[in-house]
């Protein structure tokens, strides 16, 4: 049996052209049948360690007391003991006294606030709570009033993320189409790489349901996958287009199509290949919020390997000429068939002075970097959001400010067998003194308990404001000293401090343990994967060390930028002083894995025209020049499409669209454009080395099959 190839698999499908649509088509639609018959099992909580093993507690023994919904009312000239002010209140007591609730009082240490809180202990339906509150604010004008809570506040943030997704989601693929106008200057020509991209999106987020049974995903997951799963979709069509529009000078068309399959069918195998494996390393932590993102973008990066691989020589081949249709008059266009004179130009000059280059290059990306070495990471509060556009969380930082015992709480879960249960009881109590007595946290500090009381939650408003360091450090105090100095010495007790704080503490703690290993893990994959696609010992080694100086320029341009107050009213956020826990890692792999198409597709015409015969110095002024119009293309999607990320309202997902975009475009300038010529011309003959014990490896076929036969028939049956 003749071996599977993507050459091969290529001609297949520009011979029967209708058949490899249709069986692509046919295969999308399974993907979406199959994800709507499973459903996509959503992630309810993505807790780790301790905090994980103190929400199951909870779970399993029902542990978690009823909501609550409040108003609150301030006013800045009046005090709580006046006439009006106190109208107010009863006004809001009675008007909640009238759903069945049950609201109590307190008043702000300054006098001028009052929250009325009511526990949500029964059926009622959000929207009424919300409706009575606002009808109340409008009979005192002299009072402010506001309604906010635990479940109003998640509905507000939830519907605020969800917005802000949802626009980005729609708004990405005008840009790409947009970009890619502009790149090709014709609309046939732009469709194409859209189209694959949307159906490889498709395909993956079908496959996303049976996988979500063994990796539940968040919803912003989804979000994930559609941009990453367009964005090589993407990229991967555009080495095809070009390649087949550069072939056809001189060529006929089906001759210049089957050389662009050749050539660029493995460049995306291992471009895919790469992604696939950088993606796989989130796999690495162990957290499951990783693990349901990891499994959708492996799943979405193979769906556009496979459609660019089958459908796409099919739909080229088709269209032929015609893929020129609908030239937009005027419209520059950044891919020429004559290649990229702007970059050929600089090409050209790097080489000439390839060390100077090299110096330049590399002395600003490790100039970004510098402050990368300062990077503080955690989870942002509830001030992360953009919370003047949203009354409800703006009413929730007010209320946390002028009332301490309204932070988040850190819940001590203790499980113990039935003789220690009067010991757990007593010590509870004692562990609640201690945490009042040290400042650790504000009273109230409430104690529930199983009928049985072989289970029971305290619950400890902690010092601080949930989010900051003084919240952090007291959920430290409470595990290290005081757990163990009183329930954590009950026989057989089994005890867990959990809450918010807590789990936001143990997730940045196990990414920031992880990230070695995950580096380490991509890193290697990736080595073995080049190794074996170039044939050259150098080659990976330097595609590694590039990668991290574009991640590294990343992660320090995130600090410049999120550590500080000067860029708040460019981009409309709070600077918290952090960057959000899992934002490192995640861009490590994403940035790794997309970077490397770049590389890929820039060293496959590199190590093309070497194996020809040419020179490395002629070969890279050669393929800088007819590679810089596809790289710079692509990277203008991924920016463009990336930047809308810096307009939502959410900090972590403002952070991860600055940083991929940053990234993005100093890998596609300053790494692809300078630094990669000026070190490849710097090493020359070099670049290609590969020990005699490895020579194995000369046996494999090259990542490029330009010059590879045509096949026969027989070989075409088998």
Request: charged fraction near 15%.
């Amino acid at each position: 049996m003749a071996r599977v190839s993507p050459a091969r698999v290529g001609r297949w499908s520009i011979r029967r052209p209708w058949l490899a649509i249709g069986a692509w088509l046919g295969f999308v639609a399974v993907c979406v049948a199959v994800g709507a018959l499973t459903g996509t099992k959503t992630l309810s909580n993505g807790a780790v360690g301790e905090s994980a093993r103190g929400y199951a507690v909870m779970d399993a023994n029902d542990l978690w007391g009823p909501s609550r919904e409040l108003a609150y009312l301030h006013s800045r000239s009046l005090r709580v003991e006046a006439p009006a002010f106190g109208a107010a209140i009863r006004d809001v007591r009675r008007r909640l006294a009238a759903l069945g609730l049950a609201p109590t009082t307190t008043t702000s240490a300054d006098g001028h606030s009052a929250i009325v809180v009511a526990a949500i202990d029964r059926p009622v339906a959000l929207g009424r709570i919300q409706a009575t509150i606002a009808r109340a604010a409008l009979s005192h004008a002299g009072v402010e009033i506001a309604e906010t809570g635990d479940l109003s506040a998640d509905q507000a943030r939830q519907d605020l993320v969800d917005r802000d997704l949802h626009r980005a989601e729609l708004l990405a693929i005008p840009v790409t189409l947009f970009v890619l106008l502009v790149a090709f200057g014709s609309i046939v020509a732009a469709l194409v790489p859209v189209l694959l991209g949307l159906t490889a999106v498709a395909a993956g987020l079908g496959l996303l349901g049976p996988l979500s049974q063994a990796f539940p995903v968040q919803d912003s997951a989804k979000t994930v996958i559609l941009l990453i799963g367009l964005a090589v979709g993407v990229d991967y069509a555009l080495f095809y287009v070009v390649r087949s529009r550069e072939e056809r000078r001189g060529r006929p068309p089906s001759e210049a199509l089957e050389l662009a399959v050749r050539t660029s069918g493995r460049t995306v195998v291992v471009s895919g290949t790469t992604v696939a494996l950088a993606m796989a390393g989130m796999f690495v932590v162990g957290a499951k919020v990783l693990n349901g993102i990891a499994a959708g973008t492996i799943a979405v990066v193979a769906c556009a390997v496979a459609g660019s691989v089958t459908v796409l020589p099919a739909v080229l081949e088709l269209l032929g000429p015609r893929i020129e249709r609908g030239r937009i008059p005027f419209l520059p266009a950044i891919v020429r068939p004559d290649g990229g004179r702007v970059w050929s130009a600089v090409a050209t000059r790097v080489l000439r002075r390839p060390l100077l280059a090299t110096c330049l290059s590399a002395g600003l990306l490790l100039a970004l970097a510098v402050p990368a070495l300062s990077l503080h990471i955690a989870k942002p509060s509830d001030l992360a959001l953009t919370s003047q556009n949203a009354p409800t969380l703006r009413a929730l930082a007010d209320v946390r400010r002028a009332f301490p015992e309204s932070s988040e709480p850190a819940l001590v879960t203790v499980h113990v067998p039935a003789s220690s249960r009067a010991a757990a009881t007593t010590q509870l109590r004692r562990l609640r003194s201690l945490a009042l007595r040290a400042g650790l946290a504000h009273p109230p500090a409430a104690i529930r308990a199983t009928a049985d009381r072989t289970a029971a939650v305290l619950e400890l408003p902690l010092a601080g404001n949930g989010a900051n360091h003084a919240s952090r450090d007291a959920v430290d105090a409470l595990r290290r000293t005081l757990v163990p100095e009183t329930v954590g010495r009950v026989p057989g007790a089994q005890v867990a401090v959990t809450g918010q704080t807590a789990e936001d503490l143990d997730f940045t703690r196990q990414i920031r343990s992880s990230l070695p290993f995950v580096i380490g893990f991509v890193l290697s994959l990736a080595f073995c994967v080049l190794l074996v696609a170039f044939r050259s010992l150098v080659v990976p080694v330097k595609a590694v060390v590039l990668n991290l100086l574009s991640v590294g320029a990343a992660y320090g341009v995130l600090a410049l930028v999120f550590e500080h107050h000067w860029a708040e009213p460019l981009l409309g956020f709070r600077s918290n002083g952090t960057i959000v826990a899992w934002l490192p890692l995640f861009l490590f792999v994403v940035l790794f894995g997309l970077s490397m198409d770049y590389h890929v597709f820039v060293l496959s015409r590199v190590r093309e025209a070497v194996d020809a015969g040419r020179s490395t110095p002629d070969a890279l002024r050669d393929s800088i020049g007819a590679t810089a119009g596809v790289v710079t293309a692509a990277a203008l999607v991924m920016v463009c499409v990336f930047s809308l990320f810096g307009t939502l309202s959410s900090l972590d997902l403002k952070q991860a669209g600055v940083g991929l975009a940053v990234a993005i475009l100093l890998d596609a300038t300053v790494v692809r454009g300078v630094l990669l010529p000026a070190s490849m011309a710097l090493l020359g003959e070099w670049n290609w080395y590969l020990p005699r014990s490895h020579h194995g490896l000369r046996v494999r076929p090259t990542v490029v099959e330009r010059h590879a036969a045509p096949l026969t028939q027989r070989e075409e049956l088998e």
